[in-house]
């Protein structure tokens, strides 16, 4: 078996004061992949970025990038990967290409080998080569940020939250340059809030939630399993109250004549549900469904690992 990309063995971290941001984390994130961390607010996920970053000290257990201990080869460990991270953190006063190049000398890249405008025009910021870093908008930093994780040429490249503050139509660019990037080899890492993003790029995904790993499998099959489907449900009169029925889980009247309904696919279809709207007489004048996406597994899977 190819070794993995990353490999986190019972990985736990308490910050000082008692707070246990993870509990025993155990995740293989595989070579060549777009693989996905979700979680809500505050579960852990830059937390676990921040150790493989080297920038949080774990309390126990393991962790190996590109097959190399962070603990007993660090040096090697931390050639292999880049972190773009969430806070946007920049002296103001170097340009883009300055920022590259410290960046470069830091890693020991030779000047022969280093790749600054290379790397400045894949994130559209060649004209901005020799600008002050503070003058360049919150997209651009970001966007240099990734140029500058990119240095040193690691096979793991790691985005913490990286569309935050991203316009659509650089935000399109940024996964245009990633999805490059992995195609040539170069493993990604990503957190997002975005979970249609990560549905769209993430050949893989992973949830944590409360520090805690919720579930790790193939994109296709986490949304495979959606269970909640919605359907919105216009009728032929104006209602004071929704109708109920066991067969709903959830139903809200939306304006006076339409009704949201929720319900669980692995229990009841379709037909049944308009067929409880239509038992009082109702008549139905429109349907629309949706399918399942990320957001309903997302949500009913932490809803579960909460309660
Ligand atoms: N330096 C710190 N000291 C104490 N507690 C912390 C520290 N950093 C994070 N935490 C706590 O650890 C938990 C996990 O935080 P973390 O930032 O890893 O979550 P997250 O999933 O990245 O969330 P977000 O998406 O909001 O960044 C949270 O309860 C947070 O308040």
């Not at 990985?11 to 595989?30: E, M, N, V």
């Not at 579960?43 to 201990?69: C, Q």
């Not at 809030?193 to 549905?199: F, G, N, P, T, V």
Request: aromatic share 6%; charged share 25%.
């Amino acid at each position: 078996m190819t070794e993995a990309a990353i490999s986190i063995r019972g990985l736990s971290k308490i910050y000082k004061g008692g707070k246990q941001a993870l509990h025993g984390i155990d995740l293989d994130i595989p070579r060549g992949q777009i693989f996905g961390l979700l979680g809500p607010n505050g579960a852990g996920k830059s937390t676990t970025i921040n150790i493989l970053a080297g920038l949080v000290n774990k309390s126990a257990g393991e962790v190996s990038i590109w097959g190399f201990d962070i603990d007993r080869d660090p040096r090697n460990a931390k050639a292999s990967i880049g972190i773009v991270p969430q806070e946007i953190v920049f002296d103001p006063f170097f340009t883009p290409r300055e920022t590259l190049e410290n960046q470069a000398g830091f890693y020991g890249v030779p000047k022969a080998k280093r790749r600054t405008m290379e790397l400045l025009g894949k994130v559209h910021l060649i004209d901005k080569a020799d600008a002050y870093a503070r003058s360049l908008s919150g997209g651009m930093k970001r966007r240099l940020l990734v140029a500058k994780a990119m240095v040193h040429s690691p096979p793991v490249l790691v985005l913490d939250e990286p569309t935050a503050g991203v316009d659509v139509e650089l935000r399109q660019q940024l996964w245009d340059y990633v999805r490059e990037l992995n195609a040539l080899g170069v493993t990604i890492v990503l957190t997002t809030h975005y979970l249609e993003e990560a549905e769209e790029l993430c050949d893989r995904i992973a949830i944590i939630n409360h520090g805690r790993l919720i579930t790790n499998e193939p994109t296709r099959d986490l949304v495979g399993r959606a269970q909640e489907k919605a359907v919105e449900v216009t009728v032929d009169r104006d209602l004071d109250a929704a109708p109920d029925a066991p067969c709903f889980d959830k139903i809200e009247l939306k304006g006076t004549r339409t009704l949201v309904i929720i319900y669980d696919k692995s229990r009841v279809n379709a037909g049944e549900v308009l067929a409880a709207v239509q038992k009082d007489g109702l008549g139905i004048v429109d349907v629309s469904t949706r399918e399942a996406d990320l957001e309903d597994v997302f949500l009913s899977l932490t809803r579960s690992a909460n309660g």
